[in-house]
C-alpha cells in the first residue's frame, strides 16, 4: 500500500454476476476491507457477463435491473459499500479491463483501486480479455473459496502473471515491472455460492442465511429462480 503525506483513498472493487449477491459476498467484502484498511468497497454488478449468456447450470442469467436492485438491498448493512451501474452503462460486454480503465480517470491520483477476486475466478483470469494488462493498472486481493486449494492459487499465479515474486515481509507477490501487487488473503473460507442459491430456490427450498433478508424478500416477490 503506498503511503503519500495525504492518505490515498483506498477502494476494493468486487465485479460479479451477482445473481444473486450472498452473505458469501458481503463476508468477503468485510474480510477485505478491515484486513487491509480499504475506505470503501464498489460492487460492480456485469451487464453482459462476457463469459456465459446463461449460467453452467442452465438458467438464464436474471435481468441486470433484478441483479443491480438486490446488491442495493443487501449493502445496506453497511455503509462502506456502495454499488456502482458502470457496467450497464456501455453496450458492449462487461470486460473488466474496460471498466478499469474508466475508473481510474474518475477516481483520479488519490485513490487506489484493489481486485477484489475470489480463487475460482483467479484460476481463470487467463481466459479473460486483455488480462496481462491489468497488474500494469491495480492491485488483487484473491480470496480463498471452499473446493480450491491454496496451492493451485500460487500455480496460476506463477503461470499466468511471469515475474511476479512472492515477498515474505510484506506478504504479497510483487514484480519490478508492474505497478500492481497480488495479496492472497486467507480468510476462513464462506461455502454459499450464487449457483447453489438458484438451485435451492428452484427445488422450493429456503435460503435463509445464505442471502440477506432483505434479498430473500426480492426473491420472492419477483418470482426469481423459479
Ligand atoms: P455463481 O455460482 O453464479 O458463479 P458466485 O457465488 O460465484 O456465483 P459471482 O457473482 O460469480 O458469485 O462472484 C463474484 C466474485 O465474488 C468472484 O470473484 C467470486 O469468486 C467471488 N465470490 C463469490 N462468492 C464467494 C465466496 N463464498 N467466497 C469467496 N469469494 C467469493
Ligand atoms: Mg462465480
Do not use: C
Request: no cysteine; aromatic share 10%; proline share 6%.
Amino acid at each position: 500500500m503506498v503511503q503519500t503525506a495525504e492518505k490515498k483513498q483506498q477502494i476494493g472493487l468486487l465485479g460479479g454476476t451477482f445473481d444473486p449477491v450472498h452473505n458469501g459476498h458481503l463476508a468477503v467484502s468485510n474480510h477485505v476491507r478491515h484486513a487491509l484498511g480499504l475506505d470503501s468497497i464498489w460492487f460492480v454488478p456485469a451487464a453482459l457477463p462476457p463469459h456465459k449468456a446463461e449460467h453452467g447450470d442452465g438458467q438464464n442469467i436474471t435481468s441486470f435491473a433484478h441483479r443491480f436492485a438486490m446488491v442495493e438491498r443487501a449493502i445496506t448493512v453497511n455503509s462502506s459499500f456502495v454499488v456502482s451501474d458502470i457496467e450497464a452503462k456501455r453496450s458492449s460486454p462487461s470486460y473488466s479491463i474496460d471498466t478499469i480503465k474508466i475508473l481510474l480517470p474518475l477516481i483520479g491520483e488519490n485513490a487506489e483501486l484493489y481486485f477484489i477476486i475470489g480463487a475460482d475466478a483467479f484460476v481463470e483470469i487467463d481466459t479473460w480479455k486483455r488480462f496481462k494488462e491489468l497488474p500494469s493498472l491495480i492491485s488483487f486481493v484473491i480470496i480463498s473459496r471452499p473446493g480450491l486449494r491454496p496451492e493451485k492459487i500460487e500455480e496460476a499465479m506463477r503461470n499466468i502473471f511471469t515475474g511476479y515474486e512472492y515477498d515474505p515481509v510484506q506478504d504479497l507477490w510483487i514484480s519490478p515491472y508492474y505497478k500492481g501487487s497480488f495479496i492472497l488473503l486467507h480468510m476462513e473460507p464462506v461455502a454459499i455460492s450464487s449457483t447453489e442459491i438458484r438451485k435451492r430456490v428452484k427445488m422450493g427450498e429456503e435460503v435463509t442465511g445464505l442471502v440477506p433478508a432483505a434479498v430473500e424478500a426480492y426473491i420472492k416477490k419477483h418470482k426469481l429462480y423459479i
